[in-house]
């Protein structure tokens, strides 16, 4: 596990190891070059992930009052960084598992990113309800196509939270606000890295900057293409509150 370069996050965990590639956003796939996953990655079966990798986690929660207290916030760790927790390629007892492991770790915050929510509804633990008041729930979109077909789906899921990955930016992503009775609440923006990464032009940042300001919906620029500097006026990395903001009992 241990502290993860991806900015809006403090921890990572994966519950295995693998994916399958299924839009032309996953084509320069970050997690594809590691190493531990690249044997693992298209058709083949995924690897469950270390007694250790889980154990670490609920170490993390444990020492999750004294986080808050130095931090003035809870942890926060993406889950399932290595992976799609509604990859349908997975096995069901292994995501039952990850979800027990969230129910039993109150202490942290957990941002589970989807391209599959299609898959959400099918998947979620029993216990579900209105969803677990420790997970923020989100899609990538990475234009305007994806964002329209996606996150009407992932919107009729009861979540504490839900949230939007514009990264890679592929493209304008269009009218936040479609008309549908909600909005995200939050939105990341990222451009693609690595050797060959394809451009994110500043002004679709900008644009989304711009209407979430209208809308009131906190905005977070997590890089430029291929992690050049971000210009001031983008440079604006806000976090929604958290549904909980004490650390639960």
Not at 22 to 46: K, L, Q
Not at 91 to 107: K, M, S, Y
Not at 169 to 196: F, H, K, R, S, Y
Request: charged fraction near 25%; charge should be neutral; aromatic fraction near 10%.
């Amino acid at each position: 596990m241990g502290i993860t370069k991806i900015e809006w996050a403090d921890q990572g965990h994966s519950p295995w190891l693998g994916c399958t590639k299924i839009s032309d956003e996953c084509r320069n796939c970050y997690a594809e070059t590691r190493m531990e996953v690249h044997a693992t990655w298209g058709n083949y079966p995924r690897r469950r992930t270390s007694r250790k990798h889980w154990h670490e986690i609920r170490v993390r929660n444990a020492d999750g009052p004294r986080f808050q207290r130095e931090h003035g916030r809870r942890e926060r760790v993406f889950g399932g960084h290595l992976c799609d927790v509604f990859d349908n390629q997975a096995d069901p007892q292994v995501r039952a598992d990850f979800f027990r492991l969230i129910h039993e770790t109150p202490n942290l915050d957990w941002l589970i990113l989807t391209k599959r929510p299609q898959n959400i509804a099918k998947m979620l633990p029993a216990d579900w309800g209105t969803g677990y008041f420790n997970v923020w729930l989100g899609v990538s979109a990475g234009n305007e196509h994806f964002y329209r077909q996606r996150f009407p789906i992932l919107a009729a899921i009861p979540a504490s939270l839900h949230f939007i990955s514009y990264e890679p930016a592929l493209g304008p992503l269009g009218a936040i606000d479609i008309g549908i009775g909600i909005l995200p609440d939050w939105i990341i923006v990222g451009g693609e890295t690595g050797p060959n990464a394809r451009e994110m032009q500043e002004q679709w940042a900008r644009d989304v900057l711009a209407q979430c300001r209208e809308l009131g919906i906190p905005f977070f620029m997590k890089q430029m293409t291929d992690r050049r500097p971000i210009p001031a006026d983008l440079m604006v990395r806000q976090f929604p509150i958290s549904a909980v903001m004490e650390t639960a009992s």
